[in-house]
């Protein structure tokens, strides 16, 4: 079945390339937008929060298809399609576009953050437009950044609080050279897994634990098996909405413009339902029994990610936006 369905979905993603390409210039096409999380997930209230402005502000003239959950296949899969123009829109992770435009990567480095404030100032900041001006020569025009909130590590054994704690400890991570990096500088044996395995990892103990934020943490049912939730929040990588550049060029520069200025609109109206969920996230794995725990010198952990910046920041470019980014934080005090 899976066979099939994966060749089903390459079909329909050809066929939405078709379309793409054939609607140049054609305004009674809806545009595509692509997300993979579920229908009521922030990032999918935020892009129909945008698409709605841009209708109301077109005259209902332009118009969006959403497809949330997956439906047009993996961020990766979706992204390639938005490059060639088959989507117009899509939401993903800064993960798949690390590749071809460094400077996402820098949003993604562990401990460059340090409050969810930080990020952001930053984000919405010069350096937030210059990473998303960097996506252009690579066929996508970067829109806005939302939240994806700060990760912590939980485990099934007990409370991290030193790096020590970590020592020895199989972490699951994303399949990220970054975050497989991060975890073994701490001193753990990352282990890269797909989230939908991950629940049954720690029952059977093939691994002790993973990292991921509140809402996360929650949804997946992990805080069942992993009851130490401790609060390291060593990346507040965002997610980003990005447009093809060949729909972009198919629009007047008034139209660019409302695109621009309904993606920043729509970044408040997301932020607020992802802090409400993250609120009621925590209020209800605490009330599960979790025990939740701060550590005891963020330094002694953040001071060991040099060596992990040094292999993934290696350009003029980056250097800067760490320092940028950086200089933002001190607002923090």
């Not at 959950?69 to 576009?97: C, H, K, M, W, Y």
């Not at 690579?138 to 829109?143: K, M, V």
């Not at 401790?230 to 729909?247: D, F, K």
């Amino acid at each position: 079945m899976a066979g099939v369905f994966d060749i089903n979905r390459r079909t329909a993603l050809a066929g939405l390339g078709a379309l793409g390409l054939a609607g140049c210039g054609r305004p009674d096409r809806p545009l595509y937008l692509a997300d993979t999380h579920v229908e009521d997930y922030p990032t999918v209230q935020g892009v129909q929060a945008m698409a709605r402005l841009v209708e109301e502000r077109t005259g209902g003239r332009i118009r969006t298809q959403i497809y949330a959950g997956g439906q047009l296949g993996s961020e990766r899969d979706t992204l390639e399609i938005t490059i060639f123009g088959g989507i117009d829109l899509n939401r993903v992770n800064l993960a798949p576009l690390n590749a071809f435009a460094p400077e996402t990567i820098v949003p993604s480095l562990p401990f460059l953050f340090t409050s969810i404030e930080h990020m952001r100032r930053a984000l919405d900041g010069a350096p937030g437009d210059r990473i998303l001006t960097s996506l252009e020569p690579h066929g996508l025009i970067g829109l806005c950044f939302y939240d994806s909130g700060a990760r912590s590590f939980y485990n099934t054994n007990g409370p991290i609080r030193t790096p020590d704690d970590l020592a020895g400890l199989k972490i699951r991570v994303q399949n990220s050279d970054l975050y497989v990096a991060m975890v073994e500088a701490l001193g753990a044996n990352p282990t890269p897994m797909s989230l939908g395995e991950v629940y049954q990892g720690l029952v059977q103990g093939v691994v002790d634990g993973a990292e991921n934020n509140w809402p996360s943490y929650e949804s997946t049912r992990h805080f069942e098996a992993a009851r130490y939730y401790s609060l390291t929040r060593h990346v507040m990588a965002p997610e980003i909405l990005v447009m093809s550049r060949r729909s972009w060029n198919r629009f007047s520069e008034a139209d660019q413009e409302i695109f621009r200025q309904a993606a920043r609109d729509s970044v408040p109206i997301m932020r607020a339902l992802w802090d409400e969920r993250v609120e009621r996230a925590r209020e209800r794995v605490l009330a599960a029994g979790v025990e939740a725990n701060e550590v005891d010198d963020i330094a002694a952990f953040s001071d060991i990610m040099t060596p992990v910046w040094d292999r993934f920041v290696v350009s003029d470019i980056q250097r800067q936006l760490v320092e940028d980014i950086r200089a933002l934080g001190d607002a923090d005090g």
